[in-house]
């Protein structure tokens, strides 16, 4: 399928076609540098060869208003990859921000479990001690009780006062 080309593009690719085969033609004989012939065929392939880079160049290129609107395309893509990059770059920021309170959750958490255990030791260890003086104490001394005696008015809730050492 030929791509389809305006009428203006089509006469500038002719014209420039037409003025390239006389550039080669006046090449083909050798160069006339200021009523001199070059006589170096070297030169002239160079020459040839940089003009018609440089026609092609200029033939294949494209023109303002396609220029124009690349331009604008190249804009607005960098636009949106600027709006995507700061998307992600907040996401990022986010992250970090997460990431250090939970490290500093984790930090307090073990401080405070480390405060938990001691504390909690230090009350175990003083509720054996606590144990082990009642025990001594019950050992040391023999309870009597004595029974509760109907005579007595009640002593306040739950009824009359319990003796619980024998008097006698």
């Known amino acids: 399928m030929p791509i389809p080309v305006r009428a203006d593009e089509a006469r500038r690719l002719t014209d420039v076609q037409e003025h390239s085969r006389q550039l080669l033609a006046s090449l083909e004989g050798g160069m006339e540098c200021e ?71 984790v930090a307090r958490h073990q401080q405070v479990s480390e405060v938990a255990c001691r504390v909690g030791d230090s009350h175990f260890q003083d509720m054996a001690r606590l144990f082990e003086e009642q025990a001594e104490k019950g050992r040391g001394k023999h309870r009597m009780r004595g029974w509760a005696d109907a005579s007595e008015p009640a002593g306040g809730i739950g009824g009359p006062r319990v003796v619980l050492i024998d008097p006698r």
């Open 35 to 105: 009523g001199l012939r070059c006589s170096l065929p070297c030169q002239t392939s160079m020459r040839q060869i940089l003009l018609l880079a440089l026609i092609t160049g200029v033939a294949c290129g494209p023109s303002a208003a396609e220029e124009r609107a690349r331009r604008e395309a190249l804009a607005a893509e960098g636009r949106a990859l600027e709006r995507a990059a700061d998307v992600v770059e907040g996401r990022l920021l986010a992250g970090e921000v997460r990431l250090a309170v939970w490290n500093e959750l």
